[in-house]
């Protein structure tokens, strides 16, 4: 093994002992799952609604604090976890290029290491799922209600199952490891779709939170007033942007009358065609009459708002309800099995998420509610409810499994395994990354986020926002000013830091041989 450096636990056991027994690997990532609405990370929005199951794994292991991705987009975001490399190396920058079909995934490595290797979910890739003993996936961002899925034994067929997705997927995962052979360490990949817009609940859980006044952000008034055009252009404002129907199910809304222009009506309408006649009038006999009402009550554009922010983030709430419940059931197996004592469990996300700060929904910019993703990581041995401040990325998790597989990291992989993090109590080890870099690509596209790349060291960040209508830079004091409202490019103070980051940009593209594209 690399990493022998002895880490003495209550007991006696060493932490590194345990881990050179190629423990299983369970990897969870939901989509679209913000931290902040995770209780363990301490945010207001869930001390509403705590996620008791997802907490367990912080109780039992470590809570990243500064866990963050490269391209906070879906597709990218999945090929930084499959290849280690940043999404310029594996050709994955936007959510429609293709991915090099040569980069080798980390489930092939895992496959060749002597692992029984599964996923289970969303897949969203654009290419066949490689490196998988078995597989279980949706088609592209998959349904809530009654999904359908494709295995390797379907012939290309999706076949459609009854249920919740989240209920789905654990069933799946749960049949991979009831299923696999005893004699091999695995690795399963759960990924959950349904935190992902337009956000549908389970039937069981649409009268939950009805009654809770969720608090507003503190920046949900944001009028970008120290910054360039991006903030000001982009397209996923609650206000102007969150349909009435497709994100926000007030299905009694007609044409004339007065709200947002509808542009996804069929999602909408597709969404609730996978319900069943019964499952349908069930649906409706909650959301019509809390439509009516709100309608009935001829709200001001200001009380209007508020009830979209009250209506997007109970929904969404729920549907992290039910992602906390499966994964409680999916640790109550692995407990109850014996499989905590030689298995890493993981809990992530495919990107942050905007929970009303600056008035937004959607993902995308390199601020902080987007660029971080959540991340809890559980694993024999540790002491439990550490907390991690190490600037970690999603290019890390391919060579993490690597490691615990005791297999070598290939030279192509550009992230570093998690483990020597985990062995020093969440501190970063001194030749540990200093600087994270970010870069999205994926304009014009919906929601209009200008391109833009940059690099944070956690406590200040340079952004570089371009495309054909010209480039600007944003400067960030994350410690003063940890909401970002004041952009400080301009200031003397900050030349200093403005250099120091800068010079680190500069480094990074030549060194790492990034383009603007
Ligand atoms: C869909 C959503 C977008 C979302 C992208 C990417 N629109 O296109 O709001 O940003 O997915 O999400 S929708 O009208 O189809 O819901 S990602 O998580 O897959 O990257
Ligand atoms: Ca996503």
């Known amino acids: 093994m690399k990493h022998k450096i002895p880490f003495l636990l209550l007991g006696g056991m060493t932490f590194n002992a345990v881990h050179a027994q190629r423990w299983n690997i369970v990897y969870i990532m ?17 001390r509403q609604a705590p996620t008791p199951n997802l907490d367990r794994l912080a109780e039992r292991g470590m809570l990243f604090r500064r866990a963050y991705v490269e391209n906070s987009l879906s597709t990218p975001s999945r090929a930084c976890l499959m290849t280690g490399m940043y999404s310029h190396q594996s050709g994955q920058r936007t959510l429609d290029c293709p991915i090099d079909p040569n980069a080798p995934f980390v489930s092939e490595y895992l496959q060749q290491a002597g692992y029984q290797t599964g996923m289970v979910g969303k897949w969203h890739m654009l290419c066949e799922p490689k490196g998988f003993d078995s597989y279980h996936v949706l088609p592209g961002q998959g349904d809530y209600y009654n999904p359908r899925f494709r295995t390797k034994d379907s012939g290309g067929k999706y076949v459609e199952e009854k249920g919740y997705a989240t209920n789905l997927i654990t ?34 859980m649409l009268g939950l939170y009805e009654d809770v006044e969720f608090p507003l952000p503190q920046t949900f008034r944001d009028d970008y007033a120290t910054r360039g055009r991006a903030a000001h252009d982009q397209q996923m404002s609650i206000a102007k942007d969150m349909e009435m129907c497709y994100d926000l199910k007030v299905t009694q809304i007609k044409p004339g009358m007065g709200y947002t222009h509808e542009r996804n009506g069929d999602g909408f309408r597709h969404q609730l065609s996978r319900l069943s006649p019964e499952q349908r009038a069930q649906w409706e006999a909650v959301y019509n009459p809390r439509n009516q009402a709100m309608l009935d009550s001829n709200l001001t554009p200001d009380e209007l708002l508020e009830w979209k922010f009250q209506r997007y983030i109970r929904d969404y709430m729920r549907v992290i309800h039910s992602i906390d419940e499966q994964v409680g059931r999916l640790l109550d197996y692995l407990e109850a099995n014996g499989l905590m004592e030689n298995t890493m469990v993981v809990y992530t996300s495919d990107q942050g998420f905007y929970m009303g700060e600056h008035g937004w929904f959607d993902k995308r910019f390199m601020y902080e509610e987007s660029f971080r993703t959540p991340l809890l990581v559980c694993a024999p041995g540790m002491k439990g409810g550490e907390k991690c401040d190490a600037l970690v990325q999603n290019i890390d998790f391919a060579p993490t499994f690597l490691d615990i597989a005791d297999a070598e990291k290939p030279r192509q992989m550009v992230g570093t395994s998690l483990l020597p993090v985990m062995e020093h109590g969440g501190k970063a080890p001194k030749d540990w990354r200093q600087y994270l870099y970010y870069h999205y690509y994926d304009c014009p596209a919906e929601h209009n986020v200008m391109r833009h790349d940059g690099v944070s060291d956690g406590r200040f960040k340079l952004i ?18 940890p909401n970002e409202l004041n952009n400080v490019i301009a200031k003397k103070k900050y030349a200093k830091h403005l250099s120091r980051l800068q010079g680190q940009l500069d480094a990074f593209r030549t060194e790492q041989k990034v383009d603007e594209w």
Not at 179 to 186: E, H, V
Not at 194 to 200: E, G, T, Y
């Open 30 to 46: 939901s989509d679209d799952h913000s931290y902040q609405a995770i209780s363990a990370y301490g945010h207001q929005l869930s």
């Open 464 to 481: 570089h926002f371009y495309g054909p209508k010209g480039s600007y830079d944003e400067l960030y004091d994350l410690r003063r000013d």
């Open 171 to 204: 069933d799946h995962a749960i049949e991979f490891l009831e299923t696999r052979d005893k004699t091999k360490p695995f690795a399963l990949f759960v990924h959950h779709k349904a935190p992902h817009r337009n956000w549908m609940p389970p039937l069981d």
